[in-house]
C-alpha cells in the first residue's frame, strides 16, 4: 500500500488457537486492522474466532464509527456466548491518504506508537470491556494523527505473558527494547520480537498464542 508498510504474524500455542488479526479495505482510502484474542484455547476458540472474524468485516463495512461497529458486535456476541466465552480486541481505521488513526479497545493491550526511538502507549487507562460479557457496554473512539517515520504495534498477551524455566515474564521491557531497536521496519521488528519471545521461553514452551501486527507511516506517494 502506497506510503505505509505492514507486517503481521501469528504464531498459535496449539495446532489452533484463539488469536486472529485482519486487514480489510474500506471505502475512501481507509483499511480496518483489528487483532484479537479469544478467551481459551484451541478448537473452541478458534471456531469462535473464525466467526467474529466473517461477522467483523461484514459489519465494518456497515459501520463507519468504531465504537458503533463494537457495540454491534458486542450485542450478537453476548446473545450467542457460550461457556462464558469473550474476546479482547483493538480495531483501527486507517486513513491511508492522511495517515490519521482512530480505534477502538475493549479489553485488549494498548497499541505502542513508535516515532523514532520513542516510544508511547495510546489510550492507556480508556479501554473498554471486552466484547461478550457487558450487554450494555460502550466503547471511546480515540484518534492520532501518525507523522511520516511514524509506526504503531499491535500484539497479544502471548508476547510479554510469556514465561521462562524460572516463570519469569517476559514483559514490557524487554518488548520495549526491541521496539527501540527496530522501529523502522515493522517485518523485521515482528520476526525479532518473535524470535526473542521463542529463545525467552524455549525450556518452557509456548504457552500461549502468540500474535503481532505492526504498519509504518513510510511517507512516499
Known sequence: MDGFAFAALNRPAHEVGGDFYHFFNLSQNRLGVAI???????IAAALFMARLSSD??????????PA?????LNAMLCKRAQQGMFVTMVYVILETDTGRICWVNAGHLVPVHMAGTRIRMLGQGKKGPPLGILSSAVW????????????????????????NSTSELFGFSRLNRII??????????????A????????????????TMVAFRHDGRA
Open 140 to 163: 471511546e473512539v480515540e484518534t492520532f494523527a501518525l507523522q511520516p517515520g511514524d509506526g504503531v504495534i499491535l500484539y497479544t498477551d502471548g508476547v510479554i505473558e510469556a514465561r
Open 68 to 72: 458503533d461497529l463494537f457495540e454491534r
Open 36 to 42: 484479537g484474542d479469544v478467551s481459551g484455547k484451541g
Open 180 to 193: 527501540r531497536r527496530y522501529p523502522d521496519d515493522p517485518v523485521t521488528l515482528v520476526r525479532r520480537i
Open 56 to 65: 467483523l468485516q461484514y459489519y465494518a463495512a456497515l459501520h463507519d464509527d
Open 195 to 210: 524470535r526473542a519471545v521463542e529463545l525467552f521461553s524455549h525450556e518452557s514452551g509456548q504457552s500461549d498464542d502468540l
